[in-house]
């Protein structure tokens, strides 16, 4: 009968484990750092390629801007914060002095820092041109933000390197913010209207094509809204130019939102000594006929009704409709008087006269 004795490897294995373990012993150091190295390269691809592949989904199904950056922007960057947290992990394990263990995660810290900045630059880049194709009239201005953009986040990568090298940047900072306020103080009026336009663009109060009135006289469809300035395009076709920020600092009643549709009446005096259940007939007659005018808008339907009611030497009533659009009020408003006038006349209703008090002197 076999014995077998518990804890000892089978008689065919004891002659080949030696020869194994000695190969793994005889490999440089180096070799498993490299295949660590390559194992979470590899899991940094794929992690890349898996959120690429998500965020591209995303995009594709939500179809805006913000969704179009982040699918452009955040793949690749993942993929190599999973491959520094992965030799951060690892680090520990090499054969390293505790300085040397030290310098290590240091430079692994500021490279994530690093990392981040262009994160991050790499967005504002992404969405400059994503809103530069959604408004076409910033493409021409776009290099300012991009130049803005990329002058920014060198600087803050130049500072973390130089911390982790140990140069002090104290006297280039101090001089770079003396020529910086400088600058600002010198382009406060342009910084301004810049990032007034960057308001606009973004919270979007008003949007190219939407008609606007900006108290207290200016009034007119929205060309364009660039970095600098905004077009308006007045009923007479003339083109006024709005600074950006005076524009963001004004009361803006835009005509175009939440529908274009504008709410609109016509007011008519009749005498007093009219029968006003007739005169309320007509007029609600001609205000259902008018609905076949170009620019008047079928819902809400047009109503009538006793308003202002008794004034000066008449009684005034209103016609309230819609038209399509602000514009569509100079052609419904002339067209609906001339019908609501021959209406009336036929109908042998007259309409209120403006009375002329005259005062005269005692003896004139």
């Not at 793994?24 to 992690?47: N, Q, T």
């Not at 504002?124 to 776009?142: D, F, H, M, T, W």
């Not at 006929?289 to 030497?313: N, Y």
């Amino acid at each position: 009968m076999r014995r077998v004795v518990l804890g000892m490897p089978p008689r065919w294995y004891r002659g080949r484990a030696v020869p194994v373990l000695d190969w793994f012993d005889r490999l440089p150091g180096w070799s498993f750092s490299a295949a660590y190295a390559a194992f979470w390269g590899i899991i940094a691809i794929l992690v890349g390629a898996g959120l690429r592949r998500s965020l591209a989904g995303i995009a594709k199904h939500r179809r805006d801007e913000v969704s179009e950056v982040l699918a452009q922007s955040l793949p690749r960057p993942a993929g190599v914060a999973v491959f520094l947290v992965a030799l951060a992990a690892g680090v520990r394990f090499l054969p390293l002095a505790a300085l040397r263990m030290t310098e290590a995660h240091r430079f692994i810290a500021i490279a994530l820092c690093v990392l981040g900045v262009v994160v991050v630059m790499r967005v504002v880049l992404r969405s400059i041109e994503a809103y530069g194709r959604s408004n076409p009239q910033l493409k021409s201005s776009a290099g300012i933000g991009k130049a803005i953009t990329w002058v920014v986040s060198m600087a803050i990568v130049a500072v973390l390197v130089s911390d982790a090298l140990g140069v002090s940047l104290a006297p280039a900072l101090t001089a770079l913010g003396v020529g910086s306020l400088a600058v600002a103080l010198a382009l406060q009026d342009t910084l301004s209207n810049f990032f007034s336009g960057v308001y606009l663009v973004t919270d979007k109060p008003v949007r190219p094509g939407d008609f606007i009135r900006v108290d207290p006289t200016f009034e007119g469809y929205v060309e364009s809204i660039g970095w600098r300035s905004t077009h308006l395009r007045t009923l007479n076709n003339n083109l006024v130019i709005l600074p950006n920020a005076t524009l963001s600092k004004s009361i803006i009643t835009n005509y175009s939102l939440p529908t274009p549709h504008v709410a609109s009446s016509v007011r008519v005096d009749v005498a007093f000594d009219v029968d006003l259940d007739k005169v309320e007939d007509a007029l609600a007659d001609e205000a259902k006929r008018a609905l076949d005018l170009p620019g008047i808008a079928d819902a809400p339907a047009p109503s009538v009704a006793m308003s202002p009611g008794f004034v000066d030497g008449a009684v005034g009533f209103t016609v309230a409709f819609h038209v399509l659009s602000f514009a569509d009020q100079g052609v419904v408003q002339p067209a609906l008087r001339k019908r609501i006038a021959a209406r009336l006349k036929r109908e042998g209703i007259a309409l209120s006269t403006p009375r002329v008090a005259v005062l005269k002197r005692d003896g004139a």
